[in-house]
């Protein structure tokens, strides 16, 4: 059992950035990769990064890999999610979630979640 615990999050304006913690306890952390995924109100949850066990980073889009950097601390359980020139789109609760596959994406493929941290982005 993975407990996660995101925060970070707040109100902000367009192109202003904000950097996510996603602390983890319980089972090793090392041993999962932990994703980043956005959810706004109304729609399904979305896939926004993941950091594997080994440090490899996969990114959802290009844009998001040129605005949002992941990364992790293995000595302190956390992964971070920094994002640069946020955008009113980017508005979400953003959640992180811990997975034993390499690289997963779907959410499906995560069995631990934290409850969310709100990011609102206004113009």
């Known amino acids: 059992q993975v407990q996660l615990v995101e925060s970070g999050g707040g109100l902000v304006q367009a192109g202003d950035s904000l950097r996510l913690s996603c602390t983890a306890s319980?089972?090793?952390?090392?041993?999962?990769?932990v994703g980043w995924f956005h959810q706004a109100p109304g729609k399904e949850r979305k896939f926004v990064g993941a950091?594997?066990?080994?440090?490899?980073?996969?990114y959802d889009t290009d844009s998001m890999k040129g605005r949002f950097t992941i990364s992790r601390d293995n000595a302190k359980n956390t992964v971070y999610l920094q994002m640069n020139s946020l955008k009113p789109e980017d508005t979400a609760v953003y959640y992180c979630?811990?997975?034993?596959?390499?690289?997963?994406?779907?959410?499906?493929?995560?069995?631990?979640w934290g409850q969310g941290t709100q990011v609102t982005v206004s113009s």
């Open positions: 319980g089972r090793p952390f090392t041993s999962y990769t």
């Open positions: 950091v594997s066990w080994s440090g490899s980073i996969t």
């Open positions: 979630a811990a997975s034993a596959i390499a690289g997963a994406v779907a959410v499906d493929l995560y069995a631990y």
